[in-house]
């Protein structure tokens, strides 16, 4: 199984973790773009912080997340979900509204060999192997926490960074890595991530993208002189292809495209629109 191991570029690794102050986990204004695949799909995530909730008197920053998942064998699927998440004594906390219980997510307290639980109730726990640090795009460095366990009579691996959370995980033939992360408008691993709905800057006049899902064309209505340029990105942020647009020009050929999903960026002078569309 392949599985996209970008950040993997985007950080170099030291083994003292010594002197460093430590990152708490963003509150607001952040990214995270994951893919992740087994033997037979692959997810691609998208997670962006939208505010913040109380959930019995308690504050937790609130986390919008879309997955799509890309199997051969049946429709493109996405479903979008919800995550509660707040930090404490360097602990991140996340509520599980099905459960109605709150629960540790990461413990960046934890040293070499202490023993960390997945989940209340369960006896799934994961050691923690290794501590590093690693450098981001920005130049600066972050504490890392690798862990490592048994689930199931599987062993799973996973990657923590703080003021990130997981980078990567590895468990039996599936595999989660952390291909793009965004916080403050400062790209800290990738290039470019993508965003959900909430901090684009969005125009006077939106868009209008149809059909979606598409196999062929899509047409874009409501073209005024304020875009002048489509770009379409792909999952990891790479422009696939580029077109000059206007009111006359506004039937756009995708059939070349294999099937997935793609990011739509229109530029103006003054102004930028970002939209999402499926590929059948």
Not at 71 to 98: A, H, Q, W
Not at 193 to 203: A, E, H, I, Q, S
Not at 251 to 258: Q, R
Request: proline share 4%.
């Amino acid at each position: 199984m392949k599985t996209t191991t970008f950040f993997i570029l985007a950080m170099i690794v030291f083994a003292n973790t010594n002197g460093q102050n430590y990152i708490p986990f963003p509150t607001e204004n952040t990214v995270w773009n994951y893919q992740s695949g087994d033997p037979e799909s692959v997810y691609n995530t998208l997670q962006e912080i939208t505010g913040d909730t109380s959930i019995n008197n308690i504050s937790y920053t609130v986390l919008k997340i879309i997955t799509v998942q890309f199997n051969p064998l049946i429709p493109i699927d996405t479903t979008t979900s919800y995550n509660f998440v707040r930090e404490e004594n360097k602990k991140i906390y996340t509520y599980d509204s099905d459960n109605a219980l709150e629960y540790v997510l990461y413990d960046f307290n934890l040293d070499s060999a202490d023993l960390f639980s997945t989940y209340p109730g369960t006896t799934d726990t994961l050691v923690v192997y290794n501590k590093d640090s690693v450098i981001l795009n920005n130049g600066q460095y972050r504490n890392r926490i690798k862990l490592m366990g048994s689930i199931g009579g599987d062993t799973l691996y996973d990657n923590w960074v703080e003021g990130i959370g997981r980078t990567s995980r590895y468990f039996w033939e599936a595999g989660e890595s952390l291909t793009c992360f965004t916080t403050g408008n400062v790209n800290l691993i990738s290039d470019s991530c993508f965003y959900l709905d909430v901090k684009n800057p969005l125009p006077k006049q939106k868009l209008s993208i149809s059909p979606n899902p598409a196999n062929d064309y899509i047409n874009i209505e409501n073209i005024s002189d304020q875009y002048k340029t489509l770009e379409i990105l792909n999952i990891n942020g790479q422009v696939i292809t580029k077109y000059s647009i206007s009111a006359d020009n506004n039937k756009i050929n995708i059939s070349a495209l294999p099937k997935g999903l793609y990011i739509l960026r229109f530029t103006g002078q003054n102004d930028v629109f970002v939209d999402k569309i499926v590929k059948y």
